[in-house]
């Protein structure tokens, strides 16, 4: 099922060490979609066929119409969800959310050593306040998904984390691997080489038949084909989806394929998106296969993994090129897909 994520705002109480919007405290609040063009296009979304809708940023809890965009959505028959880093959930602004029709909330928890994630975070409460935050959207029965970007500096905790968001009482959990965009750019030292990168992912595949919640790589679409070559069933669609059932809305309206590559596609202050989603020349070239370029343009594998097109934009500049961390590029695997 088609679903989008919506950068709300750039603005954002922390200043994260990987962000990839490069938000923080001291972005002003300056020509981001109004809330009647908010409005507009959640229907243009609805339209164009997306049922599954992330409110993101920045921090969506620093919009100061949240609450009612959420509503809105809900009452398109959307499923409405949130990424945030829940430090400003407080249990009145649960409440409020519950109330809206939140259906549930993905935070992120990127070690289980509170100092480490703070200083990650850049801010030495945001442990403790991403859990209460979490904590308290669970009370109110708002459904918690605890991701973790997965660097060199986490990747022996990440079997932990997962387990400690099984028994915190998430419904699942996501492993997010670090793409060097944005301030991301710069810790880009602590991406994971190919031989970490793979059994990384075997530990998340091997945790999803462990738990039971569930748990799944994310920016890693080569976890489809270890999955398959394991005779293991995974979880979600294809690997990567960006431009096929998934795209995201920046703060000024501007479409791009996902939120870790910046290839811009429109405007929506220029065209409507439900236009925009099925003409435009970039989405139809994402979804013709053929266009791919190197081993991905080569591989057997291109419709259920379809590598990374973030990762391939940020290594070359060319969003159709191959994946840097496909894992099976050296490997001679038949052309023909399956």
């Not at 290594?315 to 052309?335: H, I, M």
Request: glycine share 8%; with cysteine.
């Amino acid at each position: 099922m088609n679903h989008i994520s919506w950068n709300t705002t750039k603005k954002c109480n922390l200043y994260c060490n990987h962000c990839y919007r490069e938000s923080g405290p001291d972005e002003l609040i300056n020509n981001e979609l109004s809330t009647e063009e908010g409005r507009k296009l959640l229907r243009e979304m609805h339209k164009a066929g997306f049922r599954i809708l992330v409110f993101s940023g920045g921090e969506p809890m620093l919009r100061e119409d949240i609450f009612e965009l959420i509503e809105y959505a809900k009452s398109l028959d959307m499923t409405v969800l949130m990424g945030s880093n829940g430090t400003l959930i407080t249990k009145n602004s649960a409440k409020k959310l519950k109330k809206s029709g939140l259906n549930s909330v993905a935070i992120s928890i990127d070690s289980l050593d509170p100092q480490k994630h703070n200083n990650f975070r850049g801010c030495d409460t945001a442990f403790q306040r991403a859990l209460e935050g979490a904590r308290n959207c669970i009370n109110e029965g708002i459904k918690v998904q605890l991701n973790c970007t997965v660097t060199k500096n986490n990747l022996k905790e990440i079997d932990n984390i997962m387990s400690f968001a099984s028994n915190f009482g998430a419904v699942s959990s996501h492993m997010l691997f670090l793409v060097e965009v944005g301030r991301g750019k710069n810790i880009g030292d602590t991406c994971l080489d190919k031989e970490e990168y793979k059994k990384a992912i075997n530990t998340i595949i091997n945790k999803n038949l462990e738990l039971d919640i569930r748990v799944k790589p994310t920016c890693a679409p080569q976890y489809k084909v270890e999955a398959l070559l394991k005779g293991v069933e995974s979880p979600g669609g294809r690997g990567c989806i960006a431009g096929t059932s998934y795209c995201s809305i920046l703060p000024n309206g501007d479409v791009h394929i996902c939120p870790y590559a910046p290839v811009k596609v429109a405007s929506v202050r220029e065209d409507t998106f439900d236009n925009i989603w099925k003409n435009n020349e970039i989405f139809k070239k994402l979804r013709d296969f053929k266009s791919y370029k190197g081993s991905c343009g080569n591989c057997r594998y291109i419709n259920i993994c379809g590598g990374c097109r973030a990762r391939a934009f940020n290594y070359s500049g060319d969003w159709l090129d191959e994946d840097p961390l496909c894992l099976l590029a050296n490997l001679k695997v038949e052309s023909k897909a399956i």
